[in-house]
């Protein structure tokens, strides 16, 4: 996972800046750039149409670290399918999209699961499966036990969002965080052990 430390950020006392690349994938019309605008702005835009790539990014001052997220919200029209993956190489994390109300785009969030699984290792990218337009849950056609049944099959973080009630939009992306920091916890141990082991093995050479 290609996660980056900001430069000068390493000196004992003075927490970590780590910035993050996060996708947001899915259907034309399911609301992705709504939820990037309501998370970066706080206010809710009926957006048009997504031509190729929008950016936007959000930063977050947490105890353990800071973090800068690079929001990039890709277009969900078909034409642009085949080139989306320029735009999320090198993620560390997915929010897969769909709208309640309209299965269909919930069997496309499943196409781009399946692109998602070609690029990257599991371990490599977090992956959220996003219900969004919770707002008109009266014309719901994908029931919460199903995106949740098949989130937990694939071991993929799962919520349902409104981007216009600003119903759990911040909440998405802090479990995304949340699952990044874990991840970076997971990681040092194993870094602090490959440093000793190094340097015994120096050790050992020199006494030899």
């Given at each position: 996972?290609?996660?980056?430390?900001?430069?000068g950020t390493s000196p004992e006392g003075i927490r970590p800046t780590y910035i993050y690349k996060v996708v947001l994938l899915g259907s034309t019309s399911v609301g992705k750039s709504s939820l990037a605008y309501r998370y970066v702005k706080n206010d809710f835009r009926e957006s048009l149409p997504t031509v190729g790539c929008s950016f936007f990014t959000q930063m977050l001052s947490l105890e353990e670290a800071t973090i800068k997220f690079e929001?990039?919200?890709?277009a969900g029209q078909e034409k642009y399918h085949s080139v989306c993956h320029l735009y999320y190489w090198g993620a560390h994390a997915a929010l897969l999209?769909?709208?309640?109300?309209?299965?269909?785009?919930?069997n496309r969030a499943k196409l781009w699961l399946r692109d998602l699984e070609k690029e990257f290792l599991p371990d490599e990218i977090v992956i959220a499966l996003v219900g969004n337009k919770m707002d008109l849950a009266a014309e719901r056609e994908v029931a919460t036990e199903e995106?949740?049944?098949?989130?937990?099959?694939?071991?993929?973080?799962?919520?349902e969002t409104s981007a216009k009630s600003n119903h759990q939009v911040n909440d998405i992306f802090m479990a995304i965080v949340q699952e990044l920091l874990q991840r970076k916890r997971e990681e040092a141990p194993n870094h602090r052990?490959?440093?000793v082991n190094l340097e015994e093995s120096r050790t050992g050479t020199g006494c030899c």
């Open positions: 996972m290609a996660q980056k430390a900001m430069p929001i990039w919200d890709t999209v769909y709208d309640i109300t309209n299965k269909e785009t919930f995106g949740e049944e098949f989130a937990r099959t694939k071991g993929l973080l799962f919520m052990l490959l440093t």
